[in-house]
């Protein structure tokens, strides 16, 4: 240890102290040191100094030495986001970041338990341990367009009272026709018991990451003055050309990711009359093929260490084309200026859906005009309890919610015109839906198993709707006969 300036060998005590199977590395730690203090030769090596460089050398190691996290190079991926990156490592890390920068030294800075968000796992409790799920409801509002489960959690008050499935409202027919969906074929099996899938979410940090915090708003707030504080959200901005603003919630164990609207162009801005929007508008050609949406979306999440293992085979949302191709005024359609790709989540090797039929998971924007990502959203842990409920065995009863068009599926008080509509043969899927808790209490997140049929020919009248989603489990389907109001959420 004499190459190492004798003020620094504390560093290197600090971390076995930290962790003593460090020992066994020394012969690693010691080079990395001696670079870390030539990359920094004007450095004045304070405590703060100290601190910073034991970050460093405790983020080498964990790049070493893997754990399973959340995002273990999420962060460090991103240039302009160097002050977070020797905290790279797990999420309840990331919190951490915002204790040690601004602590006055390490020796005086509390030390606490961080929690790691897992990011793939299920686990096995007793039978009905979600309660009754007869008040499930849809997710609502952009739904599986990206309203984000931490938004629905911060609208608790009402529950399903205060969600409107959108995709249904779009697919309605008009009061006088009756849409009759008919499958005569066989119906896949399942066992009378089937697993309800509960999404295990993360768990905000302890207070004692905030107080450190005190000093830099001191003159503000005394931090300090308040008592059981905890670390629930927070967001880094990418300051660069294209850069992103990073949000976290360690509560939900989600990440959403976005344009750095400062730093992104947007020549809409500019425009002062209907005209300059008009030259703006995008034309067919103008947007990505699928083929270099998939690309794109594909480099962008192996390059920010987005693992998407646990996530079936993407897809390109083209709605907008098949509209396009309807329409007899063409110029009436609105060309997007984003490309949607969709991850849907797997559990136990079954695909998730919205109700309207759209895959429920991992969403990533591709902007048509730079040919770059635009946002991440519903990047979560797909961290799972599964328990067992009582499954609907009788199969008249499914044809007649399949006939319908699903749980939830309109039928007019006055039938004037009856049409059918064939369906293509089921799979067994899971539904995402959400089951009201507490007033004040996160809403709980549900994989439920259910059967999704496909539209196998539409009707040439205006119709849009492409799925039925049938679920299997009783307390769900018995919610027929008391459905939830729908109301618009702004």
């Known amino acids: 240890m004499s ?7 504390g560093i290197l005590d600090d971390l076995y102290k930290e962790d003593p199977s460090l020992r066994s590395q020394e012969a690693d730690l010691i080079p990395l040191l001696q670079k870390l203090i030539t990359s920094r030769p004007e450095a004045t090596f304070n405590a703060r100094a100290r601190s910073r460089l034991k970050q460093e050398l405790l983020q080498v190691q964990t790049q070493s030495y893997p754990r399973a996290s959340f995002f273990s190079s999420f962060f460090s991926s991103m240039p302009s986001l160097s002050s977070l990156k020797p905290w790279a490592a797990p999420v309840g890390a990331l919190a951490l970041v915002l204790v040690a920068v601004m602590a006055s030294t390490w020796r005086s800075a509390p030390q606490v338990a961080v929690s790691p968000l897992i990011a793939s796992n299920i686990t096995t ?116 050309p294209y850069g992103y603003a990073v949000t976290v919630d360690l509560s939900e164990g989600m990440v959403n990711l976005n344009q750095n609207y400062q730093q992104w162009p947007h020549p809409e801005a500019l425009c002062r009359d209907e005209a300059c929007y008009q030259q703006l508008r995008l034309n067919p050609g103008d947007v990505p093929s699928d083929e270099e949406a998939l690309r794109i979306v594909a480099e962008f999440l192996q390059a920010r260490g987005i693992v998407t293992t646990g996530y079936g085979t993407p897809r390109v949302i083209n709605e907008w084309r098949t509209q396009y191709e309807a329409a007899t005024d063409k110029s009436t359609v609105y060309v997007p200026d984003v490309v949607t790709v969709t991850y849907p989540v797997l559990v136990d090797g079954k695909a998730a859906y919205e109700q309207g039929g759209t895959a429920f998971g991992l969403m990533v924007n ?78 709980t997140e549900l994989l439920v198993p259910a059967l999704r049929f496909t539209v196998k020919d539409k009707p040439a009248d205006g119709y849009m709707q492409d799925t039925i989603l049938v679920p299997l489990i009783k307390d769900v389907l ?13």
């Open 366 to 443: 591709v902007s048509s005009r730079s040919r770059k990502v635009d946002s991440v959203w519903n990047l979560t842990t797909n961290t799972y309890e599964q328990s067992a409920y009582a499954a609907e065995t009788n199969v008249s009863r499914i044809r007649e919610v399949v006939e319908k068009g699903g749980v939830y599926g309109y039928v007019p008080a006055q039938v004037e015109k009856t049409v059918d509509i064939t369906l293509n043969a089921p799979e067994l899927v899971l539904h995402h839906l959400w089951l009201p808790s507490e007033p004040g209490k996160p809403m």
């Open 3 to 9: 190459s190492l300036p004798p003020d620094l060998q």
């Open 125 to 240: 409790v007793s039978p009905r341990a979600f309660g009754n799920l007869g008040a499930a409801a849809v997710q609502t509002g952009r739904g599986a367009e990206g309203v984000s489960a931490s938004a629905v959690a911060q609208n608790p008050v009402g529950g399903s009272a205060k969600l409107m499935a959108q995709d249904m409202m779009i697919a309605r027919p008009f009061p006088e026709v009756r849409y009759r969906y008919v499958y005569d074929g066989d119906l896949p099996a399942w066992e009378p018991q089937l697993n309800v899938y509960k999404r295990v979410k993360g768990a905000s940090q302890l207070s004692a990451l905030i107080q450190p915090l005190a000093d830099t708003t001191r003159g503000l707030i005394d931090l300090a003055s308040l008592q059981k504080l905890q670390l629930q959200t927070f967001t880094a901005v990418q300051d660069e």
């Open 478 to 490: 018995d919610q027929q006969n008391n459905p939830p109001i729908h109301l618009m959420v702004k």
